[in-house]
């Protein structure tokens, strides 16, 4: 079997196709407006810290688990732990990988009709009113057809390159969209610097103000590490499952956190130049990217093909992690049920695609969780990264502490190192300190989300929270 698996074709095309899954909506969406509204560079400083206590001990953990037993999650967790429960962390995955790209594809949809809607000139009556734009953009997504539209044509791009394989499809189109993302973000990123004013966006992004940071923007820093990088549901067991022994993990996994790092910051840079030239409102949230960038683009030089090399940029990194999202399940297909590639793709894709058009509709007419007082689309997207993400990632963490054992993680994690002269206790410890660290930290924050849902008094009084963190802690101690 071993050798019939489809392999990487080469370290680069690796490295490209894991920072195109970890580089994403999160990065040029997300990133950008959490950071200028929670403390600039003070909160970069702590989402650093959290990248490197949090995600990269998983992120090694997933990639080695994916390489030592060449399979996806499912097939993976049962042969490390001998058919035990802990195949149910696989499922898990599988199932997150379902809720999560069944709202990914509508937002890809969304990225490709606002490239054409640029690209058209549509921008230009927009300059300059946020209203006409906010209007606009709310009737587009709530309206029936239109978004359901280009929701199928993304799906259709990224079962088409899922269909292609490991090698030609995923790597391939990895090849492609990342260098082009990185070279086109940097001319945005020079467009912006040299437009006059916009250094003060580097100001708002870059300057630290510790006193904007809180409680609750370490916590937001916690989770956004984890979901930058795709973490918590088997993409990168699935994409360390096409590796071979000659990789260092370690490495290849700092290549994947600086690019998704440095591409995170470029987007940022490249936006808020621009906002402050421009003169619109920084502070913007959420709807920045949509409602206030397409009001701000007809107003500089050439503002029609800055505005559609965005859109476009924002679609393939889309793109990029749609793919490794389905590659998960076509992968548990392909690797448990002896199904071929084509079916599992075709079949799947169709059934989230489907999922997807409720997703799509919820934001306007016919929305199935109207009883529970949430648009379907929210519903999914907070179920999967606030629960079912962190709960993977947890109990990956869990797994390796408990059930494989340090000492097993570091052999796989050695095996492509050259230096093999050091001492291996102690590093057997440093990991099992961060993997405790980690899983202890993202319980806290699943607790913190679980009891403001339920009970959302409860943790207003600081004491209640310090109790919930102590029993937390000592419970987690015994386990351990
Ligand atoms: N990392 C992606 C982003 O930044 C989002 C994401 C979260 C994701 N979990 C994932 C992508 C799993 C692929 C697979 O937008």
Known sequence: MKNSREQWGSRLG??????????GLGNIWKYPHMAGQNGGAAFTVVYLLCILIVGLPILLGELAIGRKTQLSPVGAFNKLSNLSNWKWVGF??????FVILSFYGVVGGWTLKYTLFALSGGFDSLSGSPDVSGQIFSEFIGSSLQPIFWQLIFMSFCMGIIIKGVKSGIEGGAKIMMPLILIILGLLVFKGLSLEGGKKGLEFLFKPKFSDLNPSSIVMALGHAFFTLSLGMGTMITYGSYLDEKQNLFTSAIWIILLDTFIAMLAGTAIFTIVFAMGADPSAGAGLIFVVLPTIFPQIGGGAIWGTLFFFILFMA??????????????????EKGWSRNKATLLFGGIISLVGVFCSLSLGE?????????????????????????????????????????????????IGVKEQKFDKIFYQNVIKFLLIVSALIVILIIMNEAFNLLFPEYLQNAKNGWLLIFSVVVYFAFFI
């Open 14 to 23: 690796f490295i490209l196709a894991a920072s195109g899954s970890a580089v």
């Open 92 to 97: 898990l995955g599988v199932a997150s990988a």
């Open 318 to 335: 889309a793109l990029t992690s749609a793919i490794s999202i389905l590659e998960v399940i076509t992968a548990y297909f392909i690797d």
């Open 366 to 414: 016919f929305n199935i969780t109207a009883p529970l007082n949430i648009p379907f689309f929210d519903f999914l997207d907070e179920l999967a990264s606030k629960y079912m993400l962190p709960i993977g990632g947890t109990l990956t963490a869990l797994f390796i502490l408990k059930k494989w054992s340090i000492k097993k993680f570091l052999k796989e994690l050695l």
